[in-house]
C-alpha cells in the first residue's frame, strides 16, 4: 500500500491510526518525543514498525527526522501530523486574565508553529523525492469555537494552515486535509484512554481513537478531496 509516518504516535489517536494502517497493509513509522513510549508501542505492535524521535516543537528535528525515517522504507507517501499538546491551564479552565506566557509558548511551538514547520519540511521532502503523497492533520472540532485559549486559538490556526496549504501544495501533487477531532477518550484529557465518558452531544459520549483513526484513513486515501477538514465529533458541532 505504501509508507506512513504518524507524528505523536505513541498513543491516542496517533496509536491508533498506526494501527489502523498496518492493519491495511502500510510499512508504519511512528514518530514522537519519548523514545521510551515509543518502544513500548512498538511492541504493542509486534514489533512490526519502525520509529523515530521527533520532537515537533523543535523545528530543526523535522528534516533531520524525516531523513531518518525515509532509511526504514524508501520513500514516505502518507504523514499524518497528529502530535499536539493541552496546557494543563485549558484542561482546567483557567480564567483568561490568569494564562501565562509559558503556557501559550509551550502550546504554540508544538500545536500550530511545529505544525507549520513539519508541513514544510514534508512538502520539500516530497518535492525532493518525486512523492506524490498525502499528509492529514489532527485539528480539533474546536477549531469552529470561539478561542480564548491556547489550545483553541492553536486548532484555529491548525484549520487555516490545512485550508491554505491544502490549496496550496496541490500543484506540488501532495494532498493535504485535516481532520477536527471532538472529544475522544485520550491521555490528552487527563483520562485513561479508552475509557468511555458521557459528554454533551447528539451522540453522548466521547469518540475512541480507533474510530477517529478511521477519518484519517479516509483522508490518507482521497484523491479529489483537498484542504478540507473532516469533522468527528458525534454530532457536538451541530446547531
Known amino acids: 500500500m505504501g509508507t506512513v509516518l ?8 496517533g496509536f491508533a491510526s498506526a494501527k489502523l494502517f498496518l492493519n491495511n497493509g502500510y510499512n508504519v513509522i511512528l514518530a514522537g518525543r519519548s523514545e521510551e513510549r515509543l518502544i513500548a508501542a512498538k511492541e504493542k505492535l509486534n514489533n512490526a514498525v519502525e520509529y523515530v524521535v521527533w520532537d515537533v516543537s523543535d523545528i530543526h528535528q523535522a528534516p533531520i527526522a ?32 490568569d494564562k501565562t506566557e509559558e503556557a501559550w509558548d509551550k502550546t504554540m511551538n ?3 508553529k511545529g505544525l507549520f514547520f513539519a ?3 514534508e512538502a520539500k521532502y516530497m518535492i525532493q523525492h518525486n512523492i506524490s503523497g498525502h499528509i492529514v492533520n489532527v485539528c480539533s472540532e474546536v477549531s469552529y469555537r470561539v478561542a480564548y485559549n491556547a489550545y483553541r486559538a492553536s ?5 487555516g494552515l ?6 496550496r501544495l496541490a500543484r506540488d501533487h501532495i494532498i ?4 477536527a477531532p471532538g472529544e475522544t477518550a485520550t491521555e490528552i484529557f487527563r483520562v485513561e484512554e479508552g475509557l468511555p465518558v458521557k459528554i454533551n452531544s447528539p451522540r453522548g459520549e466521547r469518540a475512541m481513537p480507533s474510530e477517529i483513526a478511521e477519518a484519517i ?4 486515501n482521497s484523491k479529489n478531496i483537498i484542504g478540507e477538514v473532516l469533522i468527528s465529533d458525534g454530532g457536538r458541532s451541530l446547531h
Open 162 to 167: 490545512t485550508k491554505g496549504l491544502g490549496r
Open 217 to 220: 484513513f479516509f483522508l490518507a
Open 155 to 159: 486548532k484555529w490556526g491548525a484549520l
Open 66 to 97: 524525516l531523513a531518518q525515517a525515509h532509511k526504514f522504507y524508501g520513500n514516505i507517501d502518507t504523514i499524518v501530523n497528529n502530535a499536539g499538546i493541552v496546557s494543563d491551564e485549558d484542561i482546567t479552565g483557567s480564567d483568561f486574565l
Open 110 to 112: 508544538t500545536n500550530l
Open 6 to 13: 504518524v507524528t505523536g504516535a505513541n498513543k491516542g489517536i
Open 176 to 179: 493535504l486535509n485535516g481532520v
Open 119 to 121: 508541513i514544510q519540511a
